[in-house]
């Protein structure tokens, strides 16, 4: 009863020290909610949105929220009627201040008790080490088309950091018609922020206590989804800020708590003394313990920060063999440690959006990694990369991240082990016959993004289902066609690339029209080959975001049948665009009666600008339009 009569003084001494909520009533916004003409093709408006962050001189944090959300369909129905408050259940307690649905003729209906469930995620169903991650879940009634739904509530973090630490948002895929922010924080404490796409920027307002500061922004237009655009997180409005001095304050809670996990290892030391034992050099100790922890141990996809920083103790994660980023992490750099290798956690982002440097926030931070010390650099790993080539991975890739270390925290840019860039090598050598008919092999060898594709989509396939694969892929080649002998490596080991070869054979490959054969160029009949990326939008609001950088090249060797020359060809083009190189070219072998036909894909950077978009994507067309797609054959 203490506590809860704390909170409750703690909440109400808040809401006081915030005149702006108490100007307007909840009603009053709702009669203020636009007509959905004013916005047809959302699912819902965003009408108000309060959010006020306060920090006591005691570290007691208080995260106050108060939205009014217009409901327009049955779309934004679905998705606003099962409201979320995300929180943690051992630091942090939630206050329903309000929680009401008001129809379209104003009357309101409060969301019952029974209708207010705390439940686990269900993507934590079966991870009892993460019982504190918590949902708070207000099913509303009478959500009709036209209603209103008005949340208020308080949490407050009882984690005793000290420190506030956040970034806040102002965009999301429906439109927010007003959206303020208020930052409270005591005398002797310094906000660090940065903004990124508003004009506006905060007011201070000085308070006997300390110091107040707002912004507020109106009419914040929605995100709309486009194919291959960078990550919302990176698109939106928003502003990063926190009271941490340096990232040395910042990440200490974390780092102690990793340094205590490491201590409760014995188990994790005998077992990485056991896989090494036969072992001899350093980077081969490291290559097996990873392999380990990647795939023996289950990935929980829980983000870094949610659910607290703690971590959990090393044996417990090797026990239970599931763990979260920083708990795999932990194992991870326990087991190493036990073998004699240097190790450290380090925070990224997994989206790779760009850092904030100078604002010494871990909410810009979703994931851990490991960094092995090397050559005055450093090896990185992600224990969560199952499904990559050893020392390749997407999360944080290429994004600068923050290595901790006890009391030398640094911020260093994240790169994959060279020898795994992403790139796709195929080549086609086949034989074409009087009657049209063909006979071949294509063959495959991929690494970095293309052969992490290729094993998400392989690894776990039967017997069976192997063989429909690569069915399927002579069908892509040319129709009623034969598979012959297949051959590939073995997608679960992670030391090798990605290799596949396949012989094919078929018939009427070759389209006649009296003595002119018709031939379509083959290309590669494995999706994996080619970046996922390839743009179809005729116009874009955002750039476009390739998977990586990367080469594609594929290499077609066509034996022509004797008596037969060929008349039509591809010219060939070479296209230079600040994003990379792109061309495609076609020769003849008279003396060996061969065409070659090349075609490279190398994308230097990962982003297309919106300006440079056309360029790009008329580059990419080109490839596919019929006079680069195919050749003639003349019989002498």
């Not at 649905?101 to 993460?130: R, W």
């Not at 034992?277 to 097996?288: F, G, H, N, P, W």
């Amino acid at each position: 009863m203490k506590k809860n009569g704390s909170l409750i003084c703690v909440v109400l001494a808040f809401l006081l020290a915030v005149p702006a909520l108490a100007q307007e009533s909840v009603e009053e916004i709702v009669k203020k909610a636009p007509a959905r003409g004013k916005y047809p093709d959302a699912s819902g408006v965003v009408v108000r949105f309060d959010q006020f962050f306060r920090l006591a001189a005691n570290g007691t944090k208080i995260d106050e929220r108060s939205v009014v959300i217009e409901v327009f369909s049955v779309r934004g129905r679905e998705k606003y009627s099962d409201f979320r408050i995300p929180f943690d259940k051992n630091s942090e307690r939630v206050d329903l201040i309000l929680a009401r649905t008001y129809k379209p003729d104003l009357t309101s209906v409060d969301v019952e008790k029974g209708a207010i469930n705390d439940l686990t995620p269900p993507e934590l169903s079966d991870a009892d080490m993460y019982a504190n991650v918590m949902h708070r879940v207000l099913s509303f009634p009478a959500v009709d088309p036209g209603a209103c739904l008005a949340v208020r509530y308080a949490k407050e973090n009882r984690e005793d950091s000290g420190n506030l630490d956040e970034v806040v948002t102002f965009q999301t895929d429906d439109p927010i018609q007003n959206k303020r922010l208020e930052i409270t924080i005591p005398e002797g404490k310094e906000l660090r922020y940065k903004i990124f796409g508003l004009t506006a920027d905060l007011s201070r307002e000085p308070r006997d206590t300390g110091n107040v500061y707002k912004i507020e922004a109106n009419d914040s237009p929605p995100i709309k989804a486009e194919e291959f655009m960078p990550p919302r997180g990176e698109i939106a409005a928003r502003i990063v800020f926190t009271t941490n001095r340096d990232w040395n304050e910042a990440s200490g809670p974390f780092a102690r708590s990793f340094e205590e996990a490491l201590k409760t290892s014995a188990e994790a030391g005998r077992l990485a003394a056991e896989l090494t034992k036969d072992l001899s050099s350093e980077d081969e100790k490291v290559r097996k313990i990873f392999l380990f922890v990647a795939g023996e141990v289950r990935s929980v996809r829980l983000n870094f920060g949610e659910g607290g920083y703690t971590v959990n103790a090393a044996d417990a994660v090797l026990r239970n063999r599931y763990g979260d980023w920083k708990d795999k992490s932990a194992l991870l750099v326990a087991m190493l440690k036990a073998v004699g290798a240097e190790a450290f956690p380090v925070l990224a982002g997994s989206d790779a959006i760009p850092l904030a440097e100078d604002v010494p926030s871990l909410k810009q931070f979703d994931c851990v990694l490991v960094a092995v010390p090397r050559g005055g650099g450093y090896l990185f790993l992600d224990p969560f990369a199952d499904d990559s080539q050893y020392g390749y991975f997407l999360d944080g890739k290429g994004a600068k991240g923050l290595v901790v270390k006890p009391g030398a925290a640094e911020i260093r840019a994240i790169e994959c082990l060279p020898g795994t860039e992403s790139t796709s090598l195929a080549e086609i050598r086949a034989d074409l016959l009087p009657d049209g008919g063909i006979k071949g092999k294509v063959s495959l060898e991929l690494s970095g993004v293309f052969d992490r594709m290729a094993r998400q989509e392989l690894k776990d396939k039967t017997a069976n289902e192997m063989k429909e694969f690569t069915d399927e892929a002579v069908n892509k080649l040319l129709d009623e066609g034969q598979a012959l002998e297949n051959r590939m490596s073995d997608p679960r080991d992670l030391t090798k690339k990605i290799t596949l070869s396949q012989e094919f054979k078929g018939e009427s490959y070759g389209i006649f029209q009296g003595a002119i054969m018709l031939v379509n160029i083959p290309r590669p009949p494995y999706a994996v080959a080619d970046l996922p990326s390839m743009p179809s939008q005729a116009k874009r609001s955002y750039p476009f975001r390739i998977s990586d950088v990367a080469r594609a090249v594929a290499k077609v060797e066509l034996k022509l049948p004797a008596g037969f020359t060929p008349v039509y060809m591809p010219e060939g083009f070479k296209r230079s665009l600040e994003c990379g190189e792109f061309s495609l070219s076609a020769s003849y072998d008279e003396a060996k009666n061969v065409i070659v036909i090349e075609r490279e894909m190398l994308f230097t950077k990962k982003e297309i600008p919106v300006a440079a978009y056309d360029a790009f994507k008329n580059a990419m067309d080109e490839f596919g339009v019929l006079r680069n797609t195919l050749i003639l054959l003349e019989r002498k």
